[in-house]
């Protein structure tokens, strides 16, 4: 199915969740956020949250700033 | 000589001087101008991963977050919703890395690119949402001291007006609008924690404002962008500890004439010419 990840299309496996696409994706869940849908999913739940279908996702991180 | 330490909301902090993390050519330059600039709390933003970093690297991965309170900001939002999403972004971070921070935000709502200026009404509008989601909101602004007021009011745990625009280097451009901020913000509350965020360019500047009264300085650019970081991380540093005395001393009023500092009496008999 396919999701959209920072503005990025992209296809995961039906039943993925978000700590499944984390994984895939490379990130260490402890340095991002997830929201999806603009409603934060506070990290204990991302491995429970199943991806949904054109659902959209925005992962950040922490960056140099002022 | 001691001084209070300077106290923000439920942080205690003995450094006045709050430095950011943007800019540097380095994370090497960046954690050393950190350590030379004394400061324990640190700012940061919140942007999308994009593994932009070849090496994987994260910044996370070069701050000492035993050491620093990190200090997320909402930079680059141009909406009340916006900067409520990132805020909390920031918190669910920093709350997995169990850094105090978490509980804090430094909040930018901007209006418009080319000045980087706040948006007031959308600022307000997200002081009073985040404060009412638990935050301790540190209030980036102008130096209208009716909107600092307006934000203190609303629950701001400290309002923090713009010395000149984001970057800009041009120090405080209009002290008169920070004393009355000042005194808009501390006439019945003398603790109510007032910082200058923005546009500082050189050590004087921090130096400046801090005898103004502020009780800290916000800076990022200034540092980062200098010819030599580290030695502006230093030169901040104590700029910022000679402003906080010189203010806490007393400086003697302005005059138009001369006083003499040597005894006027017991001065030799001039020479008839």
Redesign the interface.
């Known amino acids: 199915m396919q999701i959209t990840v920072?503005d990025e299309a992209r296809e995961v496996a039906a039943g993925s969740t978000i700590a499944d696409l984390l994984v895939e994706?490379?990130?260490?869940?402890?340095?991002?956020?997830v929201?999806r849908n603009?409603e934060?999913i506070?990290?204990a739940r991302h491995a429970e949250c199943e991806l949904v279908e054109n659902d959209k996702l925005?992962?950040?991180?922490?960056?140099?700033?002022? | 000589m001691s001084d209070k330490p300077l106290v923000l909301g439920t942080h205690t902090l003995q450094s006045r001087l709050v430095v950011g993390t943007g800019k540097y050519s380095t994370f090497d330059m960046m954690q050393q101008c950190l350590e030379v600039s004394g400061s324990e709390v640190i700012t940061v933003a919140v942007r999308r991963e994009r593994l932009i970093d070849a090496e994987g690297r994260n910044i996370l991965d070069f701050i000492d977050l035993s050491k620093y309170t990190i200090l997320p900001n909402t930079a680059g939002c141009f909406n009340a919703e916006d900067a409520i999403r990132v805020a909390r972004l920031g918190r669910e971070i920093l709350e997995g890395l169990e850094n105090p921070g978490a509980d804090w935000v430094k909040l930018e709502v901007l209006g418009d690119t080319k000045t980087l200026l706040p948006d007031p009404v959308a600022t307000l509008q997200a002081t009073e949402a985040l404060v009412k989601e638990g935050f301790q909101v540190l209030c980036y602004t102008t130096d209208d001291p009716i909107t600092a007021k307006r934000l203190k009011d609303a629950g701001a745990t400290s309002v923090m007006p713009a010395g000149s625009p984001i970057g800009s280097g041009q120090g405080v451009l209009n002290p008169n609008n920070i004393r009355i901020c000042l005194e808009y913000l501390k006439g019945d509350d003398p603790d109510y924690p007032m910082i200058i965020d923005a546009g500082v360019g050189s050590a004087s500047d921090v130096a400046f404002a801090m005898e103004l009264g502020c009780d800290g300085v916000l800076l990022n650019t200034a540092i980062a962008s200098a010819t030599e970081p580290a030695t502006m991380a230093e030169a901040m540093k104590h700029a910022c500890l000679a402003g906080r005395q010189s203010f806490r001393a007393g400086r003697i009023p302005k005059k138009l004439y001369a006083t003499a500092s040597s005894p006027e009496t017991g001065v030799i008999s001039p020479s008839l010419r």
């Open positions: 920072n994706l490379g990130m260490r869940p402890k340095f991002v956020a929201e603009l934060l506070p990290r925005e992962v950040v991180t922490l960056v140099g700033g002022g």
